[in-house]
């Protein structure tokens, strides 16, 4: 079914919460004075008050294909409870709301989960303008005894009656059918494994909803990492969709956006095929060509990178590639590619852009002088050659007007020395916006960015569908 809005699963989902709702009061009322609570009798004289609930919310008849990415992206991510009409708690309730799954017109599935009291609850949520309304899921059903019970079946209560959201800065204000308001701030990870964090760890850079107006990223360290990173220092380009013929902008150019196969079967949870490339065909023949790509979609959330091989004038071939510090089955769901393909121009007469290639990275710093002096450059690169398959990371440092340091940084469970060069492209950009005789909009940027998604805005004036979007690690 195209809609998300599933009235009878929200009904359900009402329904059960309710049922928990009256066992929790009932147990609560039911328990021992050493408990705290107030023990309450009931007698055959003494009927059984059940209260009476709000009714949920109306359904959205909000297709998924008609969603605005812009509308609703400020409240991905994961969200800590700072103030509920006045109630306490003894743990600290946490919400996520996360990425919509499948890139092949299969049904989007927007997720979403809560916990932090006794359970931990999964499910799927839709958000249009100011509407909110969230869908049941999966519980881990434990037991939950005493004051906690009453907590969390009253929490669970008030998400499935969910009507309304909005988000400013790093807050976020939700408000249920009968009123009552909770409080969010934006937190890490929902799930946060014990440990320390390094912040020299690997991290991968990962994108989502990208449109015209904007898109979401976030880092990701490798699967057997504690999860937790300090915001990192991340550079980006969009480039609106397009192509040149050189003959307006000093050089040709093009972008595309390329679906890769996907090999995870997420209902046996098992790797269906050995990984594979995806072929793009470029629509214009290069005789040197330089190109950079990213994932623009975030199905699957396992650590992972794109890496290439047989770069040749009229095409390319893109992988994604897993790390494997958690678990040896590196089997990807399908991801949206974009990639822009040039003809290298390093040391040319073209203002404001420098596009050219490293053939011979390693793990070990090198130094790349630029053509031209530049204002305030931005740098993105990226992928790698599969020269070598472990597998890892482009990253950067030491931007100046003249130059910058390039590397290809292994996963941290990997030795870290990188045998076998790999040939890496890069491009160089002025930090805001940059129009090129052909009106294509370029703009780049760096940003701080945290282990949860996290809304990036563009400025530009690109076209509804939106740019292409590359992202590099700045060390």
């Given at each position: 079914m195209e809609h998300i809005s599933r009235w009878l699963g929200h009904t359900e989902y009402v329904r059960v919460s309710l049922v928990v709702a009256v066992l929790a009061l009932l147990a609560s009322g039911c328990s021992s004075g050493d408990s705290g609570t107030t023990t309450t009798s009931v007698t055959d004289n003494s009927p059984l008050t059940v209260p009476v609930f709000p009714d949920p919310p109306s359904p959205l008849d909000v297709k998924a294909s008609e969603l605005d990415f812009a509308a609703f992206r400020p409240i991905l991510g994961n969200w800590e409870l700072i103030s509920f009409s006045g109630e306490s708690f003894d743990g600290t309730p946490r919400i996520s709301f996360s990425h919509a799954q499948n890139a092949r017109g299969k049904r989007l599935s927007?997720?979403?989960?809560?916990?932090?009291?006794?359970n931990s609850h999964g499910g799927e949520f839709l958000a249009d303008g100011d509407q909110l309304r969230t869908f049941a899921g999966s519980?881990?059903?434990?037991?939950?005894?005493?004051?906690?019970?009453?907590?969390e079946a009253m929490f669970s209560l008030w998400y499935a009656l969910a009507e309304t959201w909005s988000v400013d800065g790093d807050g976020l204000s939700i408000t249920s059918v009968d009123g009552v308001t909770a409080l969010f701030k934006r937190s890490t990870p929902f799930f946060r494994p014990n440990g320390s964090d390094s912040e020299m760890d690997t991290v991968a850079p990962r994108l989502h909803l990208v449109d015209g107006t904007g898109f979401v990223m976030r880092i990701e360290e490798q699967s057997s990492a504690d999860g937790l990173h300090e915001p990192q220092l991340v550079n980006w380009l969009?480039?609106?969709?397009?192509?040149?013929?050189?003959?307006?902008?000093?050089?040709?150019?093009?972008?595309?956006?390329?679906?890769?196969?996907?090999?995870?079967?997420?209902?046996?949870?098992?790797?269906?095929?050995?990984?594979?490339?995806?072929?793009?065909?470029?629509?214009?023949?290069?005789?040197?060509?330089?190109?950079?790509?990213?994932?623009?979609?975030?199905?699957?959330?396992?650590?992972?990178s794109v890496r290439y091989q047989n770069l040749t004038a009229s095409g390319v071939q893109l992988l994604i590639e897993e790390e494997s510090s958690a678990k040896v089955n590196t089997g990807h769901t399908d991801e949206i590619v974009g990639l822009l393909v040039a003809e290298c121009n390093s040391g040319s007469d073209v203002r404001g852009i420098e596009i050219g290639r490293v053939e011979d990275l390693t793990e070990k710093w090198w130094l790349v002088e630029l053509g031209e002096a530049f204002a305030d450059p931005v740098v993105v690169a990226g992928p790698a050659s599969l020269n070598d398959g472990d597998p890892g990371l482009v990253e950067v440092r030491n931007v100046s007007s003249s130059s910058f340091e390039i590397r290809f940084n292994e996963w941290d469970y990997l030795d870290g020395a990188h045998r076998d060069a790999e040939s890496v492209s890069y491009v160089v950009a002025e930090r805001g916006i940059t129009v090129l005789a052909s009106g294509v909009v370029i703009e780049a940027d760096t940003a701080p960015t945290k282990d949860a998604l996290t809304e990036v805005k563009l400025t530009g004036d690109f076209d509804e569908g939106g740019p292409i979007v590359v992202a590099t690690v700045l060390r």
């Open positions: 927007y997720m979403a989960g809560w916990g932090g009291l006794c519980s881990t059903l434990v037991g939950c005894l005493g004051e906690i019970s009453r907590q969009a480039w609106g969709a397009g192509f040149a013929d050189g003959s307006a902008d000093g050089f040709a150019w093009e972008t595309a956006s390329v679906i890769t196969p996907d090999f995870w079967n997420y209902q046996t949870r098992q790797q269906v095929v050995p990984d594979a490339f995806a072929s793009a065909v470029f629509e214009h023949s290069y005789r040197e060509p330089c190109f950079i790509a990213e994932m623009n979609t975030y199905h699957g959330t396992r650590p992972a």
